[in-house]
T-cell receptor
Framework: GIQVEQSPPDLILQEGANSTLRCNFS?????LQWFHQNPWGQLINLFY???GTKQNGRLSATTVATERYSLLYISSSQTTDSGVYFC?????????????FGGGTRLMVKP | EPEVTQTPSHQVTQMGQEVILRCVPI?????FYWYRQILGQKVEFLVS????????KSEIFDDQFSVERPDGSNFTLKIRSTKLEDSAMYFC??????????FGPGTRLTVL
């Protein structure tokens, strides 16, 4: 099956700093989503981005499908950005729509 | 904004007992999913459901698991005889067409 690798696994930032999280995937995808898992365990949708660039406030994401990677940018980080960020993809060769998740990037933003 | 809801938020059960986890997907969605996340690990796909039948399932989804859409709104996951290793957060998700999957808040299952 498709492999999804995220880097870095852990990231510590000072409030106000910027960061870039990376997601590499091993095959063509129909769907790519970024999620934020908050301290209560909830998975919050950030972006649906199988290709191209999107922005939502301080967050933006870019997926280069031909090179099989996606980037999540967090600018002017806040303590509420802390949590785990997951990338998840739907394999284009898979008949169904199941998402395969990466291992996540654990972000801690210090005040 | 419509959202996926799940009940209960936390379920504690004894090994060998049956549990039913409940989900109410977003009302006009057609595709339904269950995923699970063992503490500290990545989220794993269990099963997808479309047009009143299972469309795909993972190796985890063995004979102990079943899903049902008993009416027009609910979507349930049943574990017939729980094991210690079934302890995890279980997420329900729904999707209108083949794009964004929306996740519920999860049910934390603890098997003692």
């Amino acid at each position: 099956g498709i492999q999804v690798e995220q880097s870095p696994p852990d990231l510590i930032l000072q409030e106000g700093a910027n960061s870039t999280l990376r997601c590499n995937f091993s095959d063509s995808v129909n769907n790519l989503q970024w999620f934020h898992q908050n301290p209560w365990g909830q998975l919050i949708n950030l972006f649906y981005i199988p290709s191209g660039t999107k922005q939502n406030g301080r967050l933006s994401a870019t997926t280069v499908a031909t090179e099989r990677y996606s980037l999540l940018y967090i600018s002017s980080s806040q303590t509420t950005d802390s949590g785990v960020y997951f990338c998840a993809v739907d394999d284009a060769w898979n008949a169904g729509n199941m998402l395969t998740f990466g291992g996540g990037t654990r972000l801690m933003v210090k005040p | 904004e419509p959202e996926v809801t799940q009940t209960p938020s936390h379920q504690v059960t004894q090994m060998g007992q049956e549990v039913i986890l409940r989900c109410v997907p977003i009302s006009n969605h057609l595709y339904f999913y269950w995923y699970r996340q063992i503490l500290g690990q990545k989220v794993e796909f269990l099963v997808s459901f479309y047009n009143n039948e299972i469309s795909e399932k993972s190796e985890i989804f063995d004979d102990q698991f079943s899903v049902e859409r008993p009416d027009g709104s609910n979507f349930t996951l049943k574990i017939r005889s729980t094991k210690l290793e079934d302890s995890a957060m279980y997420f329900c998700a729904s999707e209108a067409t083949t794009d964004t999957q929306y996740f519920g808040p999860g049910t934390r299952l603890t098997v003692l």
